[in-house]
């Protein structure tokens, strides 16, 4: 069914649920936060995947509308009201998010967003007895202030804005200070430069002031080829599932036909998330040979789930882009993908959803643990774009269905871990060249494919890494309202 069709179908929900309200005025301008109020909490009734089980969200919690605007009226703003409906927040619901502006949400999912082009994550002093924590560089964008200063992956950095990082341990979980925290937030920050030699890390005296600007980054980070006596093997370090760039990624698959790559590489280390059409269009690049089978299954609420049919809950392999093109598919029987902790949503849902048809070896650290998927809702009468309030930008990106795979596999909460003796963690002293032969991941897989042995590091001792989330997409897996819901 279209999403379109979706939103009227359940327009009903909504409907009865306002037939015992009053109507709320929607010419008023600004909107009060009462009227926000009101838009979260129907909307949540009507999608939210764990409606069911919040009791503010039940169908017969508030008589008529004036109670329902009595409970909206008790939180000081939309914020509080919307966290106040999440399901367990600290274990089952993580992720549902609501934003003040939805233009710079759309803008982050078509992968616009301001950044000083520097990937980065923390991870704490060996020494116990501290509370220090250090920066170090992922991987730099090409052609962003961070790389034009000079920036690469491995950089390590131990100050911001002159300050040192420190961080806190709440319930087993490592947070970053919130002065750091603030200072990343900054257009302009300036970070002071280490060394870590696996064991100390020693500050050079140096620093590097950097400023963000908005860019819109292509998620295609590199796409090589690596021969190897008879093999040639293609590298594909993908970032993020991002509906543009579907034409970019389906071209960076015609170079690998055109080089007659023998196998597959697909490093997802950092990609937490995006579009799961995007996720379906990689995964049919990757194979080719299951056009129009069963690539996921969808499970809504308990009240919206039986009002779609088998096949409107179903996503299929396919074999073109959303624009139409043909994809140029490689039509594999065996992938190796490359994960970490990072490795999240769309990410996990290529590698469960792939498991079904081909031999998907994993290697790296186990992922996020991510099968719940979102959308975007707005005020409207339907929750679509159609007809929106004029008088705020609110927005909700509530779970609203989880993923099944083929053979009806998800609640993957502790993440997908990778195969027997294909664990490896990075090292913060050795993150290696990413696409080199040389890079400890890359390496593993590339011992693997053409059989000389495995690749093997020092797992002794594996440094805590504390993670940094630095636009809204991060974790995200949504789906597409124009080409994937309202289709």
């Known amino acids: 069914m279209k999403t379109f069709q979706k939103i009227l179908l359940l327009s009903f929900v909504v409907l009865a649920l306002s037939a015992c309200f009053n109507d709320q005025d929607d010419t008023f301008s600004p909107a009060s936060n009462t009227e926000i109020g009101d838009f979260i909490w129907k909307a949540m009734n009507a999608y939210y995947l764990y409606q069911g089980d919040v009791t503010d969200l039940a169908d017969d919690r508030f008589a008529n509308q004036t109670e329902l605007n009595t409970y909206i009226n008790t939180f000081n703003n939309p914020e509080a009201l919307f966290e106040n409906l999440i399901y367990n927040r600290p274990t089952v619901d993580k992720y ?8 710079a949400l759309e803008a982050s999912f ?35 202030d961070a790389a034009n200063k000079g920036i690469t992956r491995g950089t390590i950095f131990n100050t911001l804005n002159g300050t040192e990082i420190t961080y806190t341990n709440n319930g087993g979980s490592n947070t970053i200070d919130s002065n750091s925290m603030n200072s990343l937030r900054q257009d302009s920050y300036e970070i002071g430069l280490a060394t870590f030699d696996g064991n100390t890390v020693t500050a050079t005296g140096n620093s590097i002031s950097l400023t963000k600007e908005e860019l819109t980054i292509n998620p295609i980070h590199k796409v090589t080829t690596i ?10 370090m993908y970032n993020s599932f991002t509906a543009n760039f579907d034409n970019d990624l389906n071209n960076a698959f015609a170079s690998l036909q055109t080089e007659n790559i023998t196998s597959l590489v697909l490093d997802l280390r950092y990609n937490s998330g995006g579009s799961i059409l995007s996720a379906i269009t990689l995964s049919s690049l990757i194979t080719g040979q299951f056009n ?11 009240k919206l789930q039986p009002q779609f049919s088998a096949d409107e809950l179903t996503n299929k392999f396919r074999n073109t882009t959303r624009t139409g093109a043909a994809l140029n598919s490689l039509n594999l029987n065996k992938v190796y993908i490359l994960t970490t902790g990072r490795s999240a949503s769309a990410s996990e849902l290529v590698i469960s959803c792939l498991r079904p048809y081909i031999d998907v070896v994993q290697i790296g650290t186990t992922t996020e643990g991510k099968f719940q998927a979102s959308i975007t809702l707005y005020d409207s009468p339907n929750f679509s774009k159609t007809n929106i309030n004029p008088g705020h930008k609110y927005a909700i990106q509530p779970l609203v269905f989880k993923s099944l795979n083929s053979v009806g596999f998800t609640d993957y909460s502790d993440g997908l871990s990778p195969n027997a003796n294909m664990t490896l963690a990075e090292s913060y002293n050795n993150l290696g060249v990413l696409g ?21 590091q020092d797992q002794t001792r594996v440094i805590p890494s504390i993670d940094f989330k630095s636009h809204s997409l991060e974790n995200t897996m949504f789906a597409d309202h124009k080409e994937y819901l309202f289709k």
């Open 96 to 103: 549902s998010w609501i934003v003040s502006d939805f233009e």
């Open 110 to 144: 078509a992968g616009v967003n301001k950044t000083n082009g520097m990937a980065f994550g923390f991870f704490i002093d060996p020494d116990p007895s501290s509370n220090k924590a250090y920066g170090y560089v992922r991987y730099v964008t090409a052609n962003t």
């Open 292 to 302: 129009n089978q069963v690539f996921s299954t969808e499970e809504w609420n308990n």
């Open 436 to 456: 080199n032969e040389n890079e400890p991941l890359l390496a593993m897989a590339l011992a693997d494919i053409t059989g000389t042995g495995r690749f093997v």
């Open 227 to 236: 021969t190897n006596g008879t093999h040639k093997i293609g590298y594909v």
